[in-house]
């Protein structure tokens, strides 16, 4: 990957919220949270919102043909939407320059480290360090499934 790319993190996306709170309590450490725990604080804290607002979401992994996007436990990829959640959040977005994000792997096995970039107002991709490429397609007229 490109290293004039800028890089942030899901972690990063803490850091309005712990300055906030700077001097009146300490900030946890959540890099030693389960994932479970850290997706549901970042639910809690309303990092979904935005991603929530673009509708529903279709996705293709290597080419194939768009499916329904389920994040879950039991498919080991809401990864996927804290970063895309993330990507969304930002400038970077919003002003169509791709930007190398960092996630803790719900697997468990190191980080997910992907390079976003916006494809259209309602399609969005990333590709892995492997040079696979995955498209996420909004669907507006439709409720997020998120």
Request: aromatic content about 18%; charged content about 20%; overall charge negative.
């Given at each position: ?73 039991e ?9 895309l ?25 190191g ?36």
């Amino acid at each position: 990957m490109n290293m004039d790319i800028p890089k942030i993190s899901v972690y990063s996306r803490y850091g309005f919220c712990d300055r906030m709170g700077d001097g009146f309590v300490d900030p946890p450490n959540r890099y030693e949270w389960s994932f479970d725990k850290l997706y549901q604080d970042w639910n809690s804290h309303g990092f979904f919102n935005e991603l929530r607002k673009q509708g529903y979401i279709t996705v293709s992994y290597a080419g194939n043909p768009f499916i329904d996007y389920v994040p879950s436990a039991e498919n080991n990829n809401r990864h996927q939407v804290l970063t895309l959640a993330l990507f969304l959040d930002t400038n970077y977005y919003k002003n169509n320059v791709p930007v190398i994000i960092t996630s803790p792997h719900e697997s468990g096995d190191g980080n997910f480290v992907v390079k976003y970039q916006r494809v259209s107002d309602n399609e969005i991709m990333y590709t892995t360090q492997s040079y696979n490429i995955v498209r996420f397609h909004f669907d507006s007229y439709n409720p997020s499934q998120i």
